[in-house]
């Protein structure tokens, strides 16, 4: 019985080290665009990859990207005060929750039925949202080119 279990638990690990080796580089940009600070997108991720960890015998044909994706989303949303004041990047200028729905909808490609559902919201509010982030994000100006620099 030992034995059985012992090879169940290492094909467990096995499976999940497959799918974190294929995922964990798209799951990490997007909880770098959620945070704007690598170490505390590191926590964020790895605090979702453990939640998925957790569930993983009781997935039952769930996707476990989308899994991950949805733990990521969630832990932010209930952590949102720490991440008030991105240290930097390309969606600093938005409240967490405009990030949230930007990440979502934009990035990950969620549907947005979907991204209303997981973050409790009505599908036409997630809707403003999003396009209040696209303008804003438009009417940002672009920073200055830097300039060639000539090589001997």
Do not use: K, N
């Amino acid at each position: 019985m030992r034995e059985r279990r012992a090879a169940l638990d290492r094909r467990r690990a096995r499976e999940f080290e497959a799918f974190v080796a294929g995922a964990a580089g798209r799951l990490l940009h997007a909880a770098t665009l959620l945070t704007g600070d690598p170490e505390a997108a590191e926590r964020l991720l790895t605090a979702a990859l453990a939640r998925t960890y957790a569930a993983w015998d009781g997935l039952h044909g769930e996707d476990p990207y989308e899994r991950t994706r949805q733990e990521l989303a969630t832990h932010f949303a209930r952590t949102t005060w720490r991440h008030r004041r991105p240290r930097g990047g390309v969606l600093d200028r938005l409240t967490p929750q405009e990030r949230l729905v930007l990440v979502l909808r934009l990035y990950e490609g969620v549907a947005e039925e979907q991204a209303a559902a997981q973050l409790g919201l009505p599908a036409d509010r997630v809707r403003a949202i999003c396009l209040r982030s696209v303008a804003a994000m438009r009417s940002r100006p672009v920073p200055p080119s830097r300039p060639e620099v000539a090589t001997p």
